[in-house]
């Protein structure tokens, strides 16, 4: 027993060591990578199903890091949400999704409706006082509507928020911002909580589209994005669905009155001139 421990502890270690370094390497790296301009932004775009129109995208950042190369959101977005960097990183990210609005409305992408632009913010920003007014402020900056802009709160944090912390986002819903309520139906709200929230549009999770790869498709995971689906729409929630892979999955997806997609079907996330695509 003891050699097998030993098998074990020899095996795991320099793995979890590296992930040890390099999360304490990227702490103290990320606020000097915001000074010196290395991160980007993808952008994936987001499709109505009823037509095939590219509504907008979602702003997805990455860190084109100098030694390691492009690094994605889920190794330094926690990083940057634990030490607070993601104040100043998330108000960087949504300038620049706005600017990016605002350009592909000169360049004519959208046709007649311009393409909205989604914009995800962590729960710190969504807790900041300034919050309403840099928005606002950045939207009047690049004379872009309210309606072109999205900003995408995860189910959980939107849930653990009360009547009062949810003011600004009510405040930013009532100017025209789209709120969407992100990773729905992995927080586990219910229908009460769904009613208190200033949220237009339900993200339904990764997780539900995946059961509805396979050919015949889950009846149970059929059902339950039926479910979900009705469940919005009674609520006056338009659904988005993430991760659509396959032309069956977004067949499905659309026989179930599932409103808009996004996912690797349609498109990577990729540079903004990608907009807007055909479907
Ligand atoms: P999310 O908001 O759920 O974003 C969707 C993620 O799913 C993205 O991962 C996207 O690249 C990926 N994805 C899209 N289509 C498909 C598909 O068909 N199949 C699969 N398997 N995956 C797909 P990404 O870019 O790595 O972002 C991960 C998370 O990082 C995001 O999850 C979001 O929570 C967070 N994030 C990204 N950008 C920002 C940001 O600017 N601010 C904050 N606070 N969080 C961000
Ligand atoms: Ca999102
Ligand atoms: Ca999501
Ligand atoms: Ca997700």
Redesign the pocket.
Known sequence: AKSEGGNRYAVADPDSDARAISRHHLTHHLPGALKGCEFF??Y?PLIRMADGRTEGA?????WSHPRHGVL???RF?PL??HTGL?VP??RW?LREAVRQAREWQDEGRGGAEPLRVN????PR?LHHPDLVEETVGVLEEFRVAPEALCL?V?ESAMVRADDHELKPLRKLSELGVGIAL??FGTGYSNLASLRRLPAGTL?L??SF?EGLQHHPADPVDLKIVDGIVSLAHTLGLAVTV????TSGQADRLRELGCDSA????YA??GPPEQLPITV
């Open positions: 932004i993808e994936q979602e702003a997805l950042v990455r994605g959101p889920d977005i940057a949400e993601i990183l998330g990210v914009v995800n913010l962590s920003q995408e995860t992100d990773d993200k999770d990764r589209t993430e991760g659509v892979e996004q996912g690797w079907y990577r996330p």
